[in-house]
């Protein structure tokens, strides 16, 4: 039976039932630095975590956060961080040494307007960076990125399992927006109790030879363990894609966006279609893997396709590796903490869909 | 004799007005002070050089009329460090918060004081991160509320004046927003002084600490940090009398004696037979 039906669905905010889901998913330990618009995150975690039986500890830094995750995902823990722009840019060389140790953890990132200081207003600015990676070495990331407060609560869930399954660090990205912005939530169950891992430090004698470190000093070695790395990040993009279509069936012109965007996009859609327009759309849930193969094989049966972002075009790259040259890729961003309007992106709508088919 | 009325509008840029402070924040009583403390030391505009961080206290640059930098979040004096070598002619001042110097800046605050470097650093102490919305600092007392210590803090808190001292300043002193005159006279010698000098001004956030903590109304805040006080000489001969929740001001430290870096660096070079340049250490004098 599904949970919802047991308990009334709870009015909270997007950075809210990200603790929820957390905790639900047997997250022991909560590590963060206070920064707009994330700090609603590590808040509701100093609030919630220590009856669960948890940790929250506000550390000195982001770089102190993203290394006591390191510590308690060594330990085995359920373990997580959230913050923004700057603080994600410090956290940048403790995802690529999770990545090398392959220690599973999530880290929450609700994106602000950048570069520098920029402002607290939504922005999508950072996909290069998570998405991308940020660090470095030869790594990748699982990214899932949330549009609604139910999504909030779900993928972070979702993330833990990744995380654990692979042996990764994941990404929950989401704006402010989406954090912010108080919707009805359902919760679902806690996870049951969590095998132990059997390669963390577990305060026994079987754990006790375990070595949790990134460092091959010999060149194949190292060559080795990135070919492993590599197989693991081909496995995942088998896998863990996920993607939702809004009216693509019969669409010609496909406009592609991810969190706030596409709840926005979704707007624009219907009301193109009351002009007659055949739009459809395609939000990638995860960003990494992209939605590739699934966009390649709709990019068959329409004229072109627009990516909408909040930013200067960053995830149209994808959208461009994706399709190749089959169709045309056009690109609308807004910067600096603007989130246009469903007017504003029907119009560009119909803009492009003047210039007519293939 | 009849004291010089300060024109403060002359180091203002009143079209960065109004300040983004709250009614009721103590940062103001602290900006007058520090130009009070400039314009009585007769500092001409262009040879100061304010570098502050990120919070609501290190918004100070931005408002006055010298050369600025409002820089990264706990990294002012890295900032600051970077401009005092290129420009030693400078006077390096360095605006921060409890947060930003103490806790994500906590490192580069130990290294500048440990490096004795001649950099001044007024440090608004309010206990809680303001700009963010009240979370705990490493400054917030024990016990006390913030958002991200819903239960009161169970850490234990940085006495960040002794800290700066024990890594090394040349001058340490505090001061709260109820003595201002004695605000002035320390940040004049701090200024003064050669090498890391640190003024810690206690200064209230009825907006985000206050409110948490029993004590919205600004004034009864600005009288609980008066009471609250006990000299530095005082707080000596109290020993294990000292209240738990004195605030000691007063000069920590004033010790000429500690080599301070530009001039090491300069000796450094000279002894190298090095060509003093323009925008070397060396020759700009
Ligand atoms: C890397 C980074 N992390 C977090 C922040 C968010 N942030 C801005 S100001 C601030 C705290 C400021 O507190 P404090 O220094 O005590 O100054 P106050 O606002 O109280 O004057 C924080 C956490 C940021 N800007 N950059
Ligand atoms: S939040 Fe506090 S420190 Fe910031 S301006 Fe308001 S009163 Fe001042």
């Given amino acids: 039976m599904s949970s919802s039906l047991k308990r009334p669905p709870l009015l909270i905010k997007g950075n809210e039932a990200i603790i929820k889901g957390a905790i639900l998913a047997g997250c022991k330990t909560f590590f963060g630095y206070p920064i707009t618009p994330a700090s609603e995150i590590a808040e509701a975690a100093a609030r919630d975590f220590p009856a669960a039986g948890g940790t929250f500890i506000q550390a000195e830094s982001e770089t102190a956060s993203i290394n006591m995750v390191y510590g308690a995902a060594s330990a085995g823990v359920r373990t997580m961080t959230a913050s923004s722009g700057p603080g994600i840019s410090l956290m940048q060389e403790g995802v690529s040494y999770l990545a090398g140790s392959e220690l599973p953890a999530v880290i929450v990132s609700i994106v602000r307007g950048g570069p520098g200081l920029g402002n607290i207003g939504p922005e999508q600015s950072d996909y290069n960076q998570i998405v991308r990676i940020g660090g470095h070495g030869n790594y990748r990331n699982p990214v899932l990125a949330p549009a609604t407060g139910q999504e909030m609560c779900d993928l972070t869930i979702r993330a833990f399992e990744i995380a654990d399954r692979y042996r990764t660090p994941v990404y929950l990205m989401a704006d402010g927006f989406t954090g912010q912005m108080m919707e009805p939530v359902s919760f679902p169950d806690p996870v049951p109790p969590l095998p132990e891992k059997e390669w963390a430090v577990r305060a026994d004698a079987e754990s006790r030879e375990n070595l949790i470190s990134s460092i091959f000093l010999e060149h194949d070695q190292l060559e080795e363990h990135n070919r492993k790395l590599q197989r693991k990040y081909k496995e995942i993009a088998a896998n863990e894609v996920m993607v939702d279509d809004f009216l693509v069936e019969d669409a010609t012109i496909l406009v592609v966006g991810y969190g706030i965007m596409s709840r926005v996009l979704r707007s624009a859609v219907r009301a193109a279609r009351e002009d007659g327009l055949k739009v459809g759309l395609v939000r990638p849930i995860s960003l990494w893997p992209f939605p590739s193969d699934h966009l390649e094989a709709l990019a068959e049966k329409i004229d072109r396709i627009i990516t909408f972002e909040l930013s200067n075009g960053q995830m149209v790259e994808d959208v461009r590796l994706s399709v190749h040259d089959s169709v045309p890729v056009h690109f609308y961003g807004r910067m600096g903490g603007n989130v246009p309007s469903a007017e504003e992106c029907l119009e560009v709508i119909r803009r492009y869909a003047a210039e007519g088919g293939k | ?285």
């Avoid at chain 2, 460090?81 to 930003?100: N, S």
């Avoid at chain 2, 300043?169 to 004049?188: C, G, H, N, Q, Y």
């Avoid at chain 2, 000299?231 to 020993?239: F, I, N, Q």
């Fill in chain 2, 1 to 285: 004799m009849a004291k010089k009325l300060i024109d403060y509008n002359k180091y203002l840029r009143l079209d960065k007005f109004p300040l983004i402070w709250c009614p009721g924040c103590g940062d103001g009583i602290v900006l007058k002070a520090i130009l009070r403390a400039i314009d009585q030391l007769g500092l001409d505009q262009d040879k100061v050089c304010m570098v502050s961080g990120i919070g609501c206290s290190s918004r100070t640059p931005g408002y006055v009329d010298f050369n600025t930098l409002h820089t990264t979040h706990g990294r002012a004096l890295a900032f600051a460090t970077g401009v005092k070598m290129a420009r030693p002619e400078l006077h390096v001042i360095v605006v921060t918060g409890d947060g930003d110097a103490c806790a994500i800046g906590g490192n580069h605050f130990i290294h500048a004081a440990r490096r004795n470097i001649d950099i001044t650093v007024l440090l608004y102490n309010n206990w809680i991160y303001g700009m963010t919305g009240g979370q705990a600092s490493p400054a917030t007392p024990a016990g006390d509320r913030a958002s991200t210590a819903p239960f009161g803090a169970i850490e234990p808190n940085f006495d960040i004046a002794r800290l700066a001292a024990a890594a090394g300043a040349s001058f340490v002193a505090r001061e709260t927003v109820a003595k201002p005159a004695l605000m002035d006279k320390l940040i004049v010698k701090a200024i003064t002084r050669k090498g890391f000098s640190l003024v810690e001004l206690m200064t209230p956030c009825p907006t985000t600490y206050g409110r948490r903590n029993r004590m919205a109304n600004p004034v009864d805040m600005v009288e609980d940090l008066k009471q609250r006080s006990v000299s530095v000489a005082k707080a000596e001969r109290l020993g294990d009398e000292l209240p738990d929740n004195a605030i000691v001001t007063g000069v920590f430290v004033d010790d000429e004696s500690r080599p301070e870096y530009t001039e090491r660096y300069a000796r450094l070079v000279e002894s190298l037979g090095g060509a003093p340049s323009t925008t070397s250490p060396v020759g700009a004098k």
